[in-house]
């Protein structure tokens, strides 16, 4: 009995305190007062006070790190100091409430920067002075840590089928089909596995075009996927680049950054290229 009534007096606590956060026609109202104002170009959220003076802006990106894997955030800036950009994780009322209510909901409950009085100057200074820490998953912190090394390698493919890393001759594919050199996007599906070999012809693994597979000679397997908008991921056609990218990460003896790309010469068919 004592537990339930103090469940219950919990309960009745949350929804006395809870906010009624609403926005209409630009105006945004905490319990019934107007408090602020927003205003949305280009998706970028503009919150002003009631006099329609810009305090700060809201932005919000979804980017695709790598794969299937992709990272949405917001950037937020002061409109008096516009080369200081925070990039920070925000919180939404629900999964469709609309990028202009999730503006709000995270200025008001996230980032606690519009209170009952209006836009609160001291707690969004406190915010760019010690901003917070955003809260990735390990998912998401693997991803960016990939996309790192991939970066520091620079692969291209140039069209002759040669793998570089910041312009020196690491690799090479075999076994192209016919529209290489016109399309940078493997569409072909052949029986003949495109292979891919390092700078010294040791093969390092091939790409199955029937199933969009790689497979390392070490056993490692990769399946190239598009995510799209949150929902189930699909097969893409992937590109060359993208191929010889994800085969440097699942074998890292392909290629080796030391300050710079160590790679030999590249030999095809016993002779030097």
Known sequence: MKRGLIILFTVLGILVNAQIIKTKRGIVTLDGTHVAKISNKSNVY?????????IYTIEFVDKSIVDSVRDSYIKLKRIYNQE???ELDYISPSA????EKSAVY???KGLKIIDNRGINIKNLDDLFSKPPKRNLDAKTKEAYSIRSKIDKLNITVNNVGEILSNGRPVGYFTNLPISFGSEDTIMDKTFVDIEIYDAKSK????YIT??????????KTFTIYREISGRASIL????YKAIAERMAIMDPNFIKIQGKVEAGLVLKDGIEK
């Open 46 to 54: 503009t919150f002003m006070d009631l006099k329609e003076t810009p």
């Open 84 to 86: 200081k950009v925070l």
């Open 96 to 99: 469709f409430s609309g990028e």
């Open 106 to 108: 995270t200025s008001v």
């Open 203 to 206: 093969y390092i693994g091939r």
């Open 210 to 219: 029937t199933t969009k597979q790689l497979k390392s000679a070490g056993g």
């Open 236 to 239: 893409k056609f992937p590109t």
